[in-house]
Structures are given as C-alpha cells and as structure tokens.
C-alpha cells in the first residue's frame, strides 16, 4: 500500500555530473588537509619532546588542530554544512553542553582528588 | 459561493507530514544515535583524563611506548598510529565518494567506492590488532626493577641470542646440546620467573644451559619510579652506557623472580601504571569493535546496492546513513589518535 505519510527527501538530494565535479574537487582538497595535519601533528610530537618548556603550548595545538580535523569531518564528510540549520544546532549544541559539563566536572574533580592524594602521600 | 474549501486531513496533521529538518526519519535517528556513542565516547575519553591526572606515578608517553613499524622494529616514535589514521581518513573519503556516487545515481560508483571502503576497514581492523599483539607481548627489554628498587624502563637495540649451550643434563637435553629454537620466548619466560642466574638460564626440564648472547647496543635505562639511589627526576632519569647493561643483567640474571615484566595484560604492564593499559584495552578496544561492526554493516549495504535495491528506491539514502556512522568512526578515532597517543 501506498503510505502518504512518508515523504522520500532523498529524492530531491541528486545533483548532476558537473556539480558532483565540484563536490569531489571540495572532498579532495579536505583529504590533503586532513592528511597534512595529521603529519604536522606527528611531527610536532616527534621533535618536541614532552619535558620542553613549549610542551603545554603543543598540547594546545594537538587539541585546536584536533578540532580543526573534526570539524572538517562533520561539516564536509558528514554533511552537517548542508543540512539546515535548525538539524545542525539539535546535533550540535546539547552534544556541547553535555560535553563541555561533563570536562568540567571532571577536571574540578581531578584537581581536588590529587590534591587530596598528594597531602596524605 | 465561489472558489473552493480545501479539505484538511486531520490524520495528515497529526501525522506530522513535512519535517522541519527537510530529512528523513532514518538520517535524523542516525545522527541521534552517534550523538549518544559521541557521549560515550567522550565519557571515556573524559576517564582517562581524569584518571591521568591524579595518577601519582609517571605516565607513559605516546612516542616511548608505540614506536615500532612491522618489518622494521623499533624507532619509529608514532609512525604507525599515524599510518592506521591515515587509512581510517583515506577509507573515510572512499565513503564520502560512494555517497556522492549515490546522488548521481551510479551505481557502479557507489560499489566501487564502497568496496574500497570496506578494505580501507580491514587495513585498520588488522593493523589494530597488530598493535595489540605488540603492546600485549612488549618490547624485547621489558620494564625492569633494579636493585635500589627504582623501577625503569629500557631502550636500545636488544643482542640477538644466538643459542643456549647445555651445561648441565635435564630429563629431555642432554650435556652439550645447542638449542637454537624458540630462545627469545623462553629466555623472557626465564628472565620474568626469576629462572636465570649469571648467564646461566634454568629450563623446564631442570637443565641448566649457557645463554650465548650478541652485545647489546645503546643499552638506556629511564627511570620510571624512584628508588634508594636511583631518581625519576629530569636530571637523573636517564642510565647510559655500562652501568646501564651492569644495572640490567644484574636484575636479569638475578635469579630473583618478577624483577622483569614483559608485555601487558589485566593485572601487569611493563609501559606504566596498569590504569594506562586498562584504558588502551578499553578504548580502542571499543573503537576498534566499532571500527569491525562498521565494515559489517557496510558490507550488507554494499550488497543491497549491488542486489539493486536502492537503485529502485530512486536513492542511496541508505549509503549516505551508513556513511555517517563510518565517518563517525573517523572522527573518534582522531580524538583517540589525539588524547591516548599524542598527549
């Protein structure tokens, strides 16, 4: 039988040869990105070693260019970026607000649990 | 009257009808799903930090633990987690490729691509499973308490053992015989049961043979826990050259039991407090089934588009759901890659 209640949307989601062209050419140039991150996160990790006085700055970096690295993910392969935005903020932001509790919670906690263990060690 | 009353369909109404999202309800609950694996995710991820941070002995860095390549041994700080994400984001554009493939309509794109992705997830799953096969046997050295009772751990290139010489008669070798078999297995068998005394090594069968070994080269120790003379401290931390090797064999060839730990399981690891690798087996023990369940469930769909059935359905919205638990998969990974190995 056939349902009126379900609308295909996919349906309307087709492009043709020369948008998919520039779609690729988008996709392409995200893999490099990707790539030439990962290799400059390696890199970084090789050549500064962890007792360095600039280590806490690298730890910094690994974390944005992590998220640089995610981001392209979710927007381009995920097609977050296309979707409409109302979509976006329901995935996006009470991922966040969980997330960003949940870190802080943790780390408060993390910080007065070693200061308790360091006083009675 | 005039003109004409339009008819609401009250079901239709309630139905809902037109979603807000202009998507389908497949692709919503998908991206609700991996909303609630990012938290799970995320919680694990959150653990292992918090518990790093209260952790009061030394932990293992990235670079020192994970330093090996197949084929190749040791020296390599990275090189090949950096290789198992390079695959895992290769295999991630072959997916975005079969969901582009999919919006055209061609179906012989979409298999291509997918197939591709589907042996991008088998490179991963395998190399996953070599890294595990290395960090449960260890490295050659092992973690070693010496004798102030500091522990440390060893680097360096390990003298391949040539051969044990016989010396004295058990139930099954015989005086003068030259084993030339399973000798590294055995030897750190012996080394870790305390079953070694001064280049002497003791075998199942109560034979005692003597252990002809090629000389080490850089022998290092680090310092990992301090002991009576010892420190872990920046300065100290690092034990070269023949105080190094006298430091080592003398807790090798002790004949003291547990004084060297090879490898790592549930309740002992030779990288660091067994926290860290509780947390390894974990994650990307978690990652890596999720990793596995990924390439199955591409497979079922791979044969879906080459059976036709969403070449019927007039799209490959069934591709594009699949994609995005794949690239998900992607993107834990570049956290773990992040937290666990690089930090």
Same mark, same amino acid.
């Given at each position: 039988?056939?349902?009126?209640?379900?609308?295909?949307?996919?349906?309307?989601?087709?492009?043709?040869e020369?948008?998919?062209?520039?779609?690729?050419?988008?996709?392409?140039?995200?893999?490099?990105?990707?790539?030439a991150?990962t290799?400059?996160e390696?890199?970084?990790?090789?050549?500064?070693?962890?007792?360095?006085?600039?280590?806490p700055?690298?730890?910094?970096?690994?974390?944005?260019?992590?998220?640089?690295?995610?981001?392209?993910?979710?927007?381009v392969?995920m097609?977050?970026g296309?979707?409409?935005?109302?979509?976006r903020?329901?995935?996006?932001?009470p991922?966040?607000?969980?997330?960003?509790?949940l870190?802080?919670i943790?780390?408060?906690?993390?910080?007065?649990?070693?200061?308790v263990?360091?006083?009675?060690? | 009257m005039?003109?004409h009353?339009?008819?609401?369909?009250?079901?239709?109404?309630?139905?809902?009808?037109?979603?807000?999202?202009?998507?389908?309800?497949?692709?919503?609950? &998908?991206? *609700?799903? +991996? $909303?609630?694996d990012?938290? %799970?995710?995320?919680?694990?991820l959150? =653990?292992?930090?918090?518990?790093?941070h209260?952790c009061?002995?030394?932990?293992?860095i990235?670079e020192?633990?994970?330093?090996?390549?197949?084929?190749?041994g040791?020296?390599?700080?990275?090189?090949y987690?950096?290789l &198992?994400? *390079?695959? +895992? $984001?290769?295999?991630?554009? %072959?997916m975005?490729?079969?969901?582009? =493939?999919?919006?055209?309509?061609?179906?012989?794109?979409?298999?291509?691509?997918m197939i591709?992705?589907i042996?991008?997830?088998?490179?991963?799953?395998?190399?996953?499973?070599?890294?595990?096969?290395?960090?449960?046997?260890?490295?050659?050295?092992?973690?070693?308490?010496?004798?102030?009772?500091?522990?440390?751990?060893?680097?360096g290139?390990?003298?391949e053992?040539?051969?044990?010489?016989?010396?004295?008669?058990?139930?099954h070798?015989?005086?003068?015989?030259?084993?030339?078999?399973?000798?590294?297995?055995t030897?750190?068998?012996a080394?870790?049961?305390g079953?070694?005394e001064?280049e002497?090594?003791?075998?199942?069968?109560?034979?005692?043979?003597?252990?002809?070994?090629?000389?080490?080269?850089d022998l290092?120790?680090?310092?990992?826990?301090?002991?009576?003379?010892?420190k872990?401290d920046?300065?100290?931390?690092?034990?070269?050259?023949?105080?190094?090797?006298?430091?080592?064999?003398g807790?090798?060839?002790?004949?003291?039991?547990?004084?060297?730990?090879y490898?790592?399981?549930?309740k002992?690891?030779?990288?660091?407090?067994q926290?860290?690798?509780?947390?390894f087996?974990?994650?990307?023990?978690?990652?890596?089934?999720?990793v596995?369940?990924?390439?199955?469930?591409?497979?079922?769909?791979?044969?879906?588009?080459?059976?036709?059935?969403y070449?019927?359905?007039?799209?490959?919205?069934?591709?594009?759901?699949?994609?995005?638990?794949?690239?998900?998969?992607?993107?834990?990974?570049?956290?773990?890659?992040?937290?666990?190995y690089?930090?």
């Amino acid at each position: 039988m056939e349902r009126d209640d379900l609308i295909e949307y996919s349906l309307h989601a087709h492009h043709d040869e020369d948008k998919g062209k520039v779609i690729r050419k988008k996709i392409y140039f995200v893999t490099i990105l990707l790539t030439a991150i990962t290799v400059l996160e390696v890199f970084l990790g090789a050549v500064i070693k962890q007792d360095a006085s600039i280590w806490p700055l690298v730890k910094w970096a690994f974390v944005v260019l992590t998220l640089l690295k995610a981001g392209y993910i979710v927007i381009v392969f995920m097609h977050l970026g296309d979707e409409r935005p109302w979509l976006r903020y329901v995935i996006l932001v009470p991922y966040f607000i969980f997330i960003l509790y949940l870190i802080f919670i943790a780390l408060w906690e993390a910080v007065y649990i070693k200061g308790v263990l360091s006083y009675f060690s | 009257m005039g003109g004409h009353s339009v008819q609401l369909d009250q079901k239709a109404l309630w139905g809902g009808k037109e979603s807000p999202f202009q998507v389908s309800y497949g692709k919503m609950m &998908m991206w *609700f799903f +991996l $909303i609630s694996d990012a938290l %799970t995710f995320g919680g694990l991820l959150v =653990a292992y930090g918090f518990t790093r941070h209260d952790c009061l002995e030394a932990w293992p860095i990235g670079e020192e633990t994970f330093n090996s390549l197949p084929f190749l041994g040791h020296g390599y700080p990275l090189l090949y987690v950096a290789l &198992m994400t *390079f695959i +895992l $984001i290769v295999s991630s554009v %072959t997916m975005v490729l079969a969901v582009e =493939a999919g919006h055209r309509m061609d179906k012989k794109g979409v298999i291509k691509w997918m197939i591709a992705t589907i042996i991008g997830g088998f490179f991963f799953v395998g190399s996953q499973a070599w890294e595990w096969y290395h960090f449960i046997h260890g490295s050659e050295f092992g973690k070693v308490e010496l004798s102030d009772g500091s522990v440390a751990i060893v680097k360096g290139h390990f003298g391949e053992i040539e051969n044990f010489t016989v010396t004295v008669a058990g139930r099954h070798h015989k005086k003068g015989e030259v084993i030339k078999e399973d000798l590294m297995h055995t030897f750190q068998h012996a080394a870790a049961a305390g079953h070694i005394e001064n280049e002497i090594i003791t075998l199942h069968d109560g034979s005692k043979a003597k252990i002809n070994k090629a000389k080490d080269h850089d022998l290092t120790l680090i310092i990992k826990k301090s002991g009576s003379r010892y420190k872990s401290d920046k300065e100290h931390r690092m034990i070269t050259g023949k105080q190094a090797h006298d430091l080592y064999y003398g807790a090798l060839y002790s004949g003291e039991s547990n004084r060297v730990i090879y490898g790592a399981n549930l309740k002992q690891n030779e990288y660091g407090p067994q926290q860290y690798a509780q947390f390894f087996f974990f994650i990307t023990g978690f990652h890596g089934f999720h990793v596995f369940s990924g390439v199955v469930i591409n497979i079922i769909i791979c044969l879906g588009v080459v059976a036709g059935t969403y070449h019927k359905r007039g799209h490959y919205e069934m591709v594009e759901k699949t994609g995005l638990y794949w690239h998900f998969v992607d993107l834990v990974w570049v956290f773990v890659f992040t937290f666990f190995y690089l930090i």
